[in-house]
């Protein structure tokens, strides 16, 4: 019995007969290693990871240093990103956010993944009522603006960074529940997965041998994909006030605190834009990067153009 797997082509075989995804993983990796952009974003996203455990230590300034005799001084030796209006060196503030809206991001894509593919993949296999019943719900959280719906959660709730992480985690549950039960409604076709069913095989160890590892590529690509939203919602609920409270800095909130001085200290907006630009652009492009990889008919004609 041959396994098609996500990732594309079939699957070797062990000796055991059962389907071993080695040799995918393999193909995965070369057309990866294929994708120059795609490893840029990795060293891009890798940076960013490394500043924000290491932020601590490589802050030049303490985050709520203040010194008002040197408020909005332009980008200098002493301060590379200029100071704030309230004399806080930016470019400490900024490495300071990096960890906090990575943080967030992480947890509240967790959050969704971990609630919203058990709920996609019970929905895809089973079918009926509960298939019906499930994706109702969903589409009822689909019917709200995204970032309405979030400012209604956090508005019910305290503002602060763990309302912030549920408030996003919520919202993109439905997202991940949409994208694992039409994998799921996919992969439940196929005949292994039918012949499973013919000789009696538990339901719950179908979907953790067969249907899991096989929905795996649009799900590692929509986490990818989520972590980028996530973090513009951050700085879109911290930039509206209901995001992370002042003191602690944030890019949104600080992109908030430089409206009133966008012609006086271009600085202070222009970097921690930068910033958001940067991360939500690495991790868009590592999400196309892993779609090529991941989706079996770009893989195909990749190794038709290497064999050319």
Request: charged share 10%; with cysteine; net charge positive.
């Given at each position: 019995m041959k396994q098609t797997s996500e990732t594309g082509g079939e699957a070797s075989q062990d000796p055991s007969g059962s389907a071993s995804p080695a040799s995918g993983r393999v193909a995965a990796w070369k057309l990866l290693a294929a994708h120059?952009?795609?490893?840029?974003?990795?060293?891009?996203?890798?940076?960013?990871?490394?500043?924000?455990?290491?932020?601590?230590?490589?802050?030049?300034?303490?985050?709520?240093?203040?010194?008002?005799?040197?408020?909005?001084?332009?980008p200098s030796a002493a301060h590379w990103m200029g100071t704030d209006d309230l004399g806080r060196d930016v470019m400490s503030r900024i490495i300071a956010a990096t960890g906090t809206s990575m943080q967030i991001a992480v947890a509240s894509v967790v959050f969704a993944f971990m609630v919203g593919v058990p709920i996609g993949i019970l929905a895809g296999y089973v079918g009926g009522l509960v298939d019906a019943v499930l994706m109702r719900v969903v589409d009822v959280m689909f019917a709200f603006p995204v970032l309405l719906l979030a400012l209604a959660i956090v508005a019910i709730l305290t503002p602060g960074q763990l309302t912030t992480m549920i408030a996003i985690?919520?919202?993109?549950?439905?997202?991940?529940?949409?994208?694992?039960?039409?994998?799921?409604?996919?992969?439940?076709?196929?005949?292994?997965?039918?012949?499973?069913?013919?000789?009696?095989?538990?339901?719950?160890?179908?979907?953790?041998?067969?249907?899991?590892?096989?929905?795996?590529?649009?799900?590692?690509?929509?986490?990818?994909?989520?972590?980028?939203?996530?973090?513009?919602?951050?700085?879109?609920?911290?930039?509206?006030?209901?995001?992370?409270?002042?003191?602690?800095?944030?890019?949104?909130?600080?992109?908030?605190?430089?409206?009133g001085f966008m012609s006086q200290a271009w600085w202070m907006s222009v970097f921690p834009g930068a910033a958001i630009f940067i991360a939500v652009l690495a991790f868009n492009l590592l999400g196309d990067g892993l779609r090529d990889v991941l989706d079996p008919k770009q893989r195909t004609l990749a190794e038709l153009r290497r064999k050319r």
């Open positions: 120059p952009v795609t490893l840029f974003s990795i060293f891009v996203l890798t940076c960013i990871v490394v500043v924000a455990l290491a932020a601590p230590w490589i802050a030049p300034y303490g985050v709520n240093q203040t010194d008002v005799s040197r408020a909005l001084q332009p985690g919520v919202v993109f549950t439905p997202i991940f529940a949409r994208v694992a039960r039409a994998s799921t409604l996919s992969v439940r076709v196929e005949p292994f997965v039918q012949v499973s069913r013919t000789m009696g095989t538990p339901g719950w160890w179908i979907l953790l041998r067969h249907i899991l590892p096989n929905i795996t590529g649009p799900i590692v690509v929509q986490t990818s994909l989520s972590l980028a939203f996530a973090i513009l919602s951050e700085a879109a609920l911290s930039f509206l006030g209901l995001g992370i409270q002042p003191p602690y800095p944030s890019w949104g909130g600080m992109l908030f605190d430089a409206q």
